[in-house]
């Protein structure tokens, strides 16, 4: 179950466009005992694509409307 002030619990890095060159978006960290180290099967240094970011994102909203009802 989820408490009111849990978050997530992940990091991601990656960045387009610079001089040194595009570097790809990934899981620098998940926090023990965060939602997706629990429930998900993203994991540190995974690769994220569009359609992982918008399922943490769908996760994400879940998360803040279920704290917000309580």
Same mark, same amino acid.
């Given at each position: 179950e989820l408490v009111r002030a849990q978050g997530l619990g992940l990091s991601? @890095?990656?960045r387009r466009g610079s001089p040194t060159g595009d570097v790809p978006i990934y899981v620098k960290r998940i926090l023990?005992?965060? @939602?997706?180290?629990?429930d998900s099967k993203i994991k540190t240094g995974d690769e994220l694509n569009l359609l992982d970011i918008y399922k943490i994102y769908i996760i994400m909203s879940f998360v803040l409307i279920k704290n917000k009802v309580r």
């Open positions: 991601i @890095v990656g023990p005992e965060s @939602v997706l180290q629990k």
